[in-house]
């Protein structure tokens, strides 16, 4: 079985992950992955530094790097340079995670963009961890102290966008009360996919 899960930051979507993972689904993290695939697939550097110019690219040690501050600091100002991005990395990511699935069972893809890459198609299930606005800040301010709570209401604000998610997905799991609480939501949809 494969199973998809997204939600907003702070709403528990790593905890989920991890509690998972600790029943023996096999994680597949697109963050990480993500970090990985220009090592794996140097085209992508090149296309990128093709794309959005030699200032993208780092060298060390005689190997080429992406320069992910500058890209990001690009890209994420601008929804016509996300896209270019997104058009370059997304058919590696569809390679990777289709590799992955043919070689294992019980899979968990943890990821934003499971659903803007089009990888739910290889769900059998999705889940969709979220949180009121209210706890998110919290959560978010414990998390993330050293950043200014402005900017954190932005983000919370920006993540509206995954609200229209809902409807998409299997599973809603509302992470407002305690660990336990979640937990037992967790067992309960694990339960479900045993049965």
């Not at 963009?113 to 198609?121: K, P």
């Not at 979220?130 to 209401?153: G, P, V």
């Not at 409807?167 to 067992?187: G, H, P, R, S």
């Amino acid at each position: 079985m494969v199973v998809g899960i997204i939600g907003k930051t702070g709403a528990g979507k790593s905890f989920a992950a991890s509690y998972l993972k600790s029943k023996g689904w096999a994680l597949v993290d697109l963050d990480i992955l993500g970090k990985e695939l220009p090592l794996k697939y140097p085209q992508i550097i090149k296309e990128i530094a093709q794309e959005f110019g030699e200032e993208m690219i780092l060298i060390r040690d005689g190997k080429k790097y992406l320069n992910r501050k500058a890209l990001g600091d690009l890209v994420f100002k601008n929804k016509k340079k996300l896209a270019a991005l997104n058009q370059i990395f997304f058919p590696f990511f569809e390679k990777e995670v289709e590799q992955i699935i043919n070689n294992g069972k019980n899979i968990l893809i943890d990821g934003v963009i499971l659903f803007e890459a089009n990888l739910n198609r290889f769900c059998d299930k999705t889940i969709f961890i979220d949180a009121s606005d209210h706890i998110l800040l919290t959560r978010l301010k414990q998390r993330d102290n050293f950043i200014q709570e402005e900017t954190l209401k932005n983000r919370i604000k920006v993540q509206a966008k995954y609200e229209k998610l809902k409807d998409k997905v299997d599973f809603v799991v509302e992470n407002n009360k305690t660990i336990d609480d979640f937990k037992k939501q967790l067992a309960a949809i694990v339960e479900r996919w045993n049965n």
